[in-house]
């Protein structure tokens, strides 16, 4: 394989630190050998041509030929591991390639900067026409420097590619060694059904069963912290009714404005408190007035003497513009997960929707992109194309990673939260292969409260890197709102549907395939912590 990108580049800038006398022009009628690809040719700044192609060993770091010529012809063809893998090759190839005319730019625009402020040029020309080459050059270098960090990003996805791609090549091999072994056991070509049926149970298929009617949760599954309302919602005499884990809850703020959990039934007659008010501080029962504190204790009986009484109240908490609330038995552990857009992201939208379905349900959905171009078709993915093929590609202990060929990271964060960021180049446009190629981005944050077996509240936050002013214009919320439940609804009616079919039996992760991975990850990190596992696959700490 040829020098690689990230060489060439290392190359150059040392160059360029020791200035060395290279120089870079266009080739003339008088130039006679082959030159760089593109017309342009490398020589010294004093000496002639002929010596200083004897001298100079620079020029064979461009005279490289564009391998695109060379690609296998792949469009619309199914690729087994061994092509893919080679695809992958060619796509390096092509990166180092792309590196070094990007590289070759920037040293062209830099010999350009050095005629404009040579000496000599000063007799001829003005200083408002050298100003203005100048902001011209500037330009351009400032496009070649983007570009070159285009190329790097280039350079990643298609490393990561060909790892994936090799480590497909691995388990195929070690497949086929396994079917090898399969077939010397059996006893002649004449194998009986039986014998192939242990042939079979000897290749053991990495699926998952899911099925049947939704159990209840499991204890080990509470003990989390669950953002379970956005703090704008809150206001010092309003509540926040919410279902959690099966249980009915009510978020208030206490007289010094912390927020609080209790609850949602009266100790007396066990009326639900959100239908009455918050006085001082206090939520007041609309039955007979009972008020109660942030701690569940009842502070006030009106019309009888004050009995020693407490409702069930959670560890509640403020961050991030968000209330946690820990539902579980086990303690609290000490610090909070940070759930801030990424830095230089602007909060747009926080919604609040409640789903008929059971919430590891929509995880499943959200964990999955390669639906997009076949269910979203009226929404943000009308007029997407097909992919010959969908990957994501995460680390071998991850829950995050990045999909392939969409410009989308992702990331799924214990225990029901799912983070991601979208390039766009405007709203509902995708542009380029990695996130980071792309100049404006979206960011999402998806939150799925397990309210109860077949409900889930979903808070949904969005946040974008570009257009500050739209969070000022009136009503842009509404719009948010409506756009968010197009697409849910789009969702909504194939996971009713597989939730109905779960319940009578059927596996709803029969048959995983390449592009399932983090919803796969997500279920296994779930079965093994409702096992009691101590160590959680793909938790940070393993």
């Known amino acids: 394989m040829s020098l690689s990108a990230s060489n060439a580049m290392t190359i150059v800038a040392t160059a360029a630190a020791l200035s060395l006398p290279i120089s870079f022009c266009r080739s003339t009628k008088l130039s006679t050998k082959k030159g760089v690809k593109g017309g342009f040719r490398v020589f010294a700044v004093f000496g002639e041509q002929s010596e200083i192609e004897k001298k100079n060993g620079w020029s064979t770091l461009f005279d490289v030929e564009d391998p695109r010529s060379k690609f296998p012809q ?61 902001a011209e050059l500037q330009e351009e270098l400032g496009q070649a420097h983007r570009q070159v960090h285009i190329s790097e990003a280039r350079v990643s996805t298609a490393l990561d590619k060909l790892a994936y791609m090799e480590e497909l090549v691995n388990d195929k091999l070690l497949q086929g060694r396994a079917t090898t072994y399969s077939e010397e056991a059996s006893p002649s070509p004449s194998t009986s059904t039986q014998s192939l049926d242990t042939v079979k149970r000897r290749l053991p298929r990495k699926g998952l069963n899911i099925s049947g009617p939704v159990q209840p949760y499991h204890p080990r599954l509470k003990n989390f912290w669950y953002p379970v309302a956005f703090s704008t919602d809150l206001k010092d005499d309003t509540m926040v009714p919410l279902d959690c884990f099966e249980e009915p809850w009510v978020l208030f703020r206490g007289k010094d404005g912390k927020p609080g959990c209790v609850q949602n039934t009266c100790a007396h007659r066990a009326c639900p408190l959100d239908l009455g008010s918050v006085n001082e501080g206090r939520i007041q029962c609309p039955y007979h007035g009972w008020e109660y504190s942030t701690d569940g204790t009842c502070e006030k009986m009106p019309s009888t003497r004050l009995h020693k009484v407490k409702i069930k109240s959670l560890p509640c908490f403020e961050k991030d513009g968000m209330l946690w609330i820990w539902p579980g038995d086990g303690p609290p552990s000490a610090t909070l997960p940070s759930l801030q857009p990424p830095s230089g992201f602007q909060i747009h939208a926080e919604l609040v929707i409640e789903l008929p379905v059971e919430h590891g349900l929509l995880l499943d959905n959200l964990l999955d992109l390669a639906h997009a171009p076949f269910t979203h078709t009226s929404t943000f993915a009308k007029g997407w194309s097909v992919p010959s093929f969908v990957k994501f590609l995460t680390p071998a202990s991850g829950l995050q990673g990045y999909w392939d060929p969409y410009p989308i990271d992702m990331e799924f964060r214990p225990p029901c939260m799912v983070l991601s960021t979208i390039g766009i180049s405007k709203p509902g446009k995708l542009e380029g292969q990695s996130t980071k190629q792309c100049t404006t981005h979206l960011h999402q944050l998806h939150v799925c409260l397990p309210s109860s077996r077949n409900k889930t509240r979903l808070l949904y936050r969005m946040s974008l890197d570009f257009a500050p002013l739209l969070k000022h214009i009136p009503f842009m919320n509404f719009l948010w709102r409506h756009f968010a439940e197009q697409v849910l609804n789009e969702d909504l009616r194939l996971v009713l549907g597989q939730q109905e079919r779960m319940n009578k039996g059927a596996n709803i992760w029969n048959w995983p395939v390449t592009y399932d991975k983090l919803g796969v990850r997500y279920r296994q990190w779930r079965d093994a912590l409702e096992r009691g596992e101590k160590q959680l696959p793909f938790s940070k700490s393993s």
């Open 74 to 134: 792949t469009k619309g063809k199914f690729l087994d591991a061994n092509l893919a893998l080679e695809v992958a090759r060619y796509d390096i190839q092509y990166c180092d390639w792309r590196a070094r005319q990007d590289v070759l730019a920037i040293m062209l625009l830099h010999e350009k900067v050095v005629d404009v402020l040579n000496p000599l040029a000063r007799d001829y020309k003005s200083i408002g026409t050298i100003k203005k080459e100048l």
